[in-house]
């Protein structure tokens, strides 16, 4: 993705687990990249780099599980594989309910590995994809006007232009001009496709508490939304 290598983020308070990692790794053609604490991590990863982390849960410092915590809504977070040699059951359940693509036991077999990483690759890919669309659409809303973005909010809640000129007390031409504007800024070919676009940022079509208004409101999606746009 934008060029870059997806790279698989050891984190290990061992050494010799590190280098038996990285050896295993690097043979299948993984990029690897090696960390003996979480702090260093946090110190030296470089958010943009696409990848995934292999993460020991019980290190000395800030655990696996603390990190995955410190991680969550950052623009550090990564799709993480748990590594523990302990085989705790409710560590790894707390883990995977905190979002953890795999959690693997030491020794740990070279198949499963694979599999993991890969997962957590492929979800970091689409989550990345995902955010790109996401800054797009909104730094799309950001070039409308005050006024398109009423319209906006009209168009998406179904009004007709008419109905949408009555509201806002003014020419039905006007507002065929503030919605051809809108939707070409907005790259949308149709309502429906409007719609699509707001519901993936988050955007919340309300009514306004003043008479003959209406306002976009963000909010967090509930859920993602599986069809890509184009």
Avoid at 11 to 24: C, G, S
Avoid at 81 to 91: A, E, H, K, N
Avoid at 170 to 193: I, L, P
Avoid at 210 to 223: D, E, F, R, T, Y
Wanted: hydrophobic share 45%; glycine share 6%; with cysteine.
């Amino acid at each position: 993705m934008n060029g870059k290598v997806r790279t698989v983020f050891v984190v290990d308070d061992a050494q010799e687990v590190r280098k038996a990692l990285y050896r295993v790794l690097s043979a299948a053609g993984y990029q690897v990249c090696l960390f003996e604490s979480a702090e260093r991590f946090l110190m030296e990863q470089d958010a943009e780099t696409p990848g995934c982390l292999l993460l020991d849960i019980c290190m000395p410092g800030l655990s696996g599980l603390e990190l995955q915590h410190a991680l969550d809504g950052s623009p550090g977070a990564r799709p993480i594989v748990f590594l523990t040699g302990r085989g705790d059951i409710q560590s790894s359940v707390n883990a995977m309910k905190e979002g953890a693509v795999d959690f693997l036991t030491k020794p740990i077999d070279n198949e499963q590995l694979f599999a993991a990483v890969d997962a957590a690759l492929r979800r970091d890919e689409e989550q990345r994809l995902d955010a790109a669309i996401r800054r797009m659409i909104k730094e799309r809303l950001e070039t409308l006007t005050p006024r398109e973005r009423q319209v906006m909010a009209y168009v998406v809640r179904g009004r007709l232009n008419k109905q949408i000129a009555a509201e806002l007390g003014t020419g039905e031409k006007t507002v065929k001009v503030h919605r051809a504007r809108m939707m070409s800024k907005m790259v949308a070919r149709s309502v429906a496709e409007l719609v699509q676009l707001g519901a993936r940022v988050g955007v919340e079509i309300q009514p306004s508490l003043c008479v003959g208004a209406a306002s976009l409101n963000w909010k967090q999606p509930q859920c993602p939304i599986a069809k890509r746009l184009e």
